[in-house]
Structure formats: C-alpha cells, structure tokens
C-alpha cells in the first residue's frame, strides 16, 4: 500500500518541479517529506504527504493572493470566517510577518447557525426559507433546531401539525408544505421570532466588540459558494444601522453574490472566470482541507468583564485535524524561508494549483480516498448528523452518478425521482467501492458532471 501511494506522491513532485519557477513550493515539499515525524501511523502519513504536496501549497497560494490584492486596495483589516478560515488565517499572520505586510488579521467567530438565528427579525420570508432548505437528512426535528426552537415546544409543534414520524427525512416538496404549516403556526411563529431577537442582540455586541461598525477599510476571507455568509453580516450590520459596503474574498463561488451585498473577490474560479473549473471540484473535500480543531460557534455570551465570548458546539476530534494544522504552519515557515515576496509570481500559482486539486479531488489514490473519505461531514449547518465524507454506495446508489445509467433511467425507469443516500465526494467512494472498471466509471461521473455544466450554462 506504502508503495502504491509513493507513485502518487511523486506524480505531484512532478508537478511542483515543472512549476518551481513560480514559487519554492517543491523545494518545501522535499525538506518535509525528509522529516516525517517518527513513529506516525499510516493514516496520518497519508494526512502529512497530502498536506505537504497539495493542501499546504493551494491554502498558501491563496493566502498569498489575498494579501497582495487587499494591500493594492489598501485594506487595513481581513476577518478570517470561522472555522474554514482558521488555517489561512494561521498562513496570513505567519506571511505578514515575515513579509512585512501591513494588514491587521482577525479571526471572527461565527457559523452559518450563528448568522442566520437573527434572519427571522430581519427578514421573515428569506428566514423560512433557510429554515426549510433541503438537504441530505432533513426531517421536521432538524428544522425545528435551525429555527431554535426548544426540544420542549419541538414536541409541542410536532403534535399540533399532527406528525407522528420526526425523524422521517423529507424531500424537497415536502419541506414546501412543511413551510407553509409552520408559517401558519401561532407556536412555531412566537418561538422563532424570540429566537431571533436574543441572537441578534448577542451577535450585533460580537460585532460591535470586533470593530465591523467601524469606519475602516477592511474585508471578510472565506471559502466562498454561494456568498450567504457575507450576505447575512451584512444584513446584521444593516438592521443594526451601519450601511457599509461589504467586500470579501473567497477561494471559488458556484453563483454571483447579490449586488446589494457587497463585492466578492474569487481566487479559483466564479461564475463569471474561469467557470469551467467548478466540474473538476468537489467543495466539500475542500472544507476538510480548511478543517479547525474547534467546534462550530452556536452563540455568544457575555463575561464578568463584558468581553462577548464564542459558545461553541461540543466538538471530538474524529480525525487528526490537529497534524494537517501543524504540518501547514510548518510548511508555511519553510516557505517564507525559501521565497522572496516581490519574487513569487502569484498570477501564475493558479496553475499549480489547479493541476494538484484536479488529482487529489477527481482521481484519488485508494489511499486518499480511505483516509480522507473516512473524514465525518454534514451538508446542514446545525450539523445535526453526518456521514463519513466518501461513504461506501450500494450498486443502486452508486449508478445514480453515472452519466449512461442516467439516460436509461430518464427513459424507461418509472421511479424517476426516487431518494438515495448520496456521497459528499464521489470520486473517493467509488475508488473505495467494489465495482469493476473503477477508472471508466469514474470519467462516467465526470462526464455528467461536464453535461449538468453545459445545461447550467445554456440556461
């Protein structure tokens, strides 16, 4: 196995070396790789290699951006988002020292759980809909928990709407109709509307602590998607009565952010450049590339000496996010080390990147997809369950992906919308499945993927 994964490790040595006039980074990779620590099991090897050769050159590609694009804009300040941001914010402090760059750093405590507790206060209509998204696992009782509502009074509404299954996954036209029963619901409606009110005191007293309400040129730094974050601080700062132009950075957007919501700098691809990049991408590996050794911020409260503190949701390490934090850090040194900052060719880093990320994400190793396919993840922000990133498929699932599958299923198969659990990254489960032609039926997937990009396109 040892020896199977070495040949990856030296396909992306070939890459760092063809490209090591933009930057240092094959230099960095072959001093770490000559210092693995001793004594580390063969699931944290994969996590160290993997870091050194793609997580730690892309994170550091893209901190680099930031810092030059934010210093020729004449930033004084960049809010690293909890937690996505941690290990870049970790990066940036590190360069700014090293480099000289004068821009102060914060690390923002917040979730999208945190954001949207006050949505309801401020807008009912677009609360709702937040409220009753879809997703992998969504039933009555984890809709319930995004709007706040007590387990107490959970039960109580769950009665009256005279549900008798809570934890029955719903699809999407079942969350429609769940919408409009709790629109209509006297209970749920009072409930909610308190919720928000107390979160929203909690948080404008965060913000104000962490100087947002401030008349400084500054910026917000995550991984990006679809832009609800920036969108929902701006709205907090809004209702609050601070009308300021948020202007954030972000690795990739799947869609334009709205006008009314600020600017939205992307480093990899948007739907504007470079959009093609999206079907060779998978953004849930990524967050595990950004993972933090902390939990997820469900509120705020106040201390003896009025300073607003994070509450953080209980958070078990369930893999060893703390050796890719440090081997990432480390890396980051020897970087600065190696490389002077007027020297490294930062327009050119996206190319380096994008050949790393494509291997990594749509053609893992057998070794990659274990390790990193056993990473826990959710698609809902209370994180109210998850499955193992690149869970193992039944046949039935699995050729749910596959492009000719689709077509004669569209065409002959009556149970045309029916639900299956899916997989977060589905180029690791399949290379963890028991199927034949594993190479061809992952350039299947790829190939619906390159169709559903051409249909969102045209439309």
Request: net charge positive; with cysteine; charged share 25%.
């Amino acid at each position: 196995m040892e020896e199977k994964y070495s040949k990856k490790i030296n396909y992306y040595k070939k890459v760092l070396k063809k490209y090591d006039n933009y930057s240092n980074f094959y230099d960095c990779a072959n001093t770490m790789l000559e210092n693995i620590p001793e004594s580390i099991c063969y699931e944290d090897s994969v996590i160290y290699k993997t870091t050194i050769m793609v997580t730690a050159p892309v994170l550091v590609s893209y901190v680099l951006y930031i810092l030059k694009d934010a210093q020729n804009k004449k930033m004084e300040r960049l809010y690293f988002l909890s937690r996505d941001g941690y290990i870049m914010y970790k990066i940036a402090n590190i360069l700014c020292q090293s480099y000289g760059i004068d821009i102060e750093c914060r690390y923002l405590y917040c979730s999208r759980l945190a954001l949207r507790a006050p949505l309801y206060l401020i807008d009912k209509k677009e609360a709702m809909e937040k409220i009753c998204e879809k997703g992998e696992k969504i039933s009555i009782k984890i809709v319930l928990q995004r709007a706040g509502v007590s387990e107490t009074i959970q039960n109580e509404i769950i009665n009256q709407l005279g549900i008798k299954q809570k934890d029955k996954s719903l699809n999407e036209e079942e969350l429609k109709i769940l919408k409009e029963k709790l629109n209509k619901n006297l209970l749920f409606t009072t409930e909610v509307y308190k919720y928000a009110k107390v979160k929203y005191e909690e948080i404008y007293k965060y913000f104000k602590q962490e100087k947002l309400i401030e008349n400084k040129n500054y910026a917000i730094v995550d991984v990006g998607w679809l832009g609800t974050m920036q969108r929902h601080i701006r709205q907090i700062l809004l209702y609050s009565g601070y009308n300021k132009t948020i202007k954030g950075y972000y690795f990739a957007m799947f869609e334009d952010g709205k006008k009314e919501d600020g600017e939205y700098n992307c480093f990899y691809f948007s739907k504007k450049n470079n959009s093609s990049r999206r079907i060779l991408f998978n953004n849930n590996i990524f967050e595990c590339m950004c993972s933090a050794n902390h939990g997820m911020t469900i509120g705020y409260n106040s201390s003896n000496e009025g300073v607003i503190k994070p509450i953080f949701k209980d958070y078990k390490e369930k893999w060893n996010v703390n050796l890719q934090l440090i081997t990432i850090e480390k890396y980051t040194k020897k970087f600065v080390a190696l490389n002077k900052c007027n020297e490294i060719k930062i327009d050119c880093l996206n190319k380096i990147i994008k050949t790393l990320l494509v291997s990594f994400m749509m053609f893992p190793s057998k070794e990659e997809a274990s390790v990193y396919g056993s990473i826990p993840f959710c698609d809902d922000f209370t994180e109210g369950y998850t499955f193992n990133l690149a869970d193992i498929l039944n046949k039935a699932e699995l050729y749910q992906y596959y492009i000719f599958y689709k077509i004669y299923k569209k065409l002959f198969l009556k149970k045309k919308n029916e639900k299956f659990h899916e997989s977060y990254w589905i180029n690791g489960t399949i290379q963890l499945s028991n199927i034949r032609f594993k190479k061809i039926f992952n350039l299947g997937c790829i190939l619906s993927e390159y169709i559903h990009y051409l249909i969102y396109k045209l439309k």
